[in-house]
């Protein structure tokens, strides 16, 4: 189930973001809250192909899948990053997980 949410611009970080099992060179991350008291941080690659989402359990390196006017989509098959503005939702196995995340 594809979630329509948001990403506001990040700021600027230098050098190699280390989460998890993933290093990327990364020049914006964005920290979101959510419902339920939630939190999550993206990082986005220059060029916004890949979003390496950090959960605080884990972390996922997703390819974007599609960007339209609603918004861009992200996801590996089994974790999903929807983002538009500064909204964003995360599903995990086709249920959301993380609902009326606002950046900031």
């Known amino acids: 189930m594809r979630r329509v949410a948001g990403a506001a611009a990040g700021v600027l970080v230098s050098g190699c973001v280390g989460m998890g099992q993933y290093e990327i060179q ?8 959510c419902d339920g008291g939630r939190k999550f941080r993206v990082w986005f690659q220059q060029d916004r192909a890949t979003a390496v989402v ?10 974007k899948v599609t960007a339209s006017e609603s918004g861009d ?3 590996d098959g089994v974790t999903g990053l929807s983002v538009k503005d ?14 009326a995340c606002l950046s900031g």
């Open 73 to 75: 989509y992200y996801s």
């Open 26 to 33: 990364s020049d914006r991350y964005v920290r979101y809250h």
């Open 86 to 99: 500064d909204i964003s939702v995360v599903e995990e196995n086709g249920t959301v997980t993380y609902s």
């Open 54 to 63: 950090d959960l605080g359990d884990r972390s996922v390196s997703l390819p």
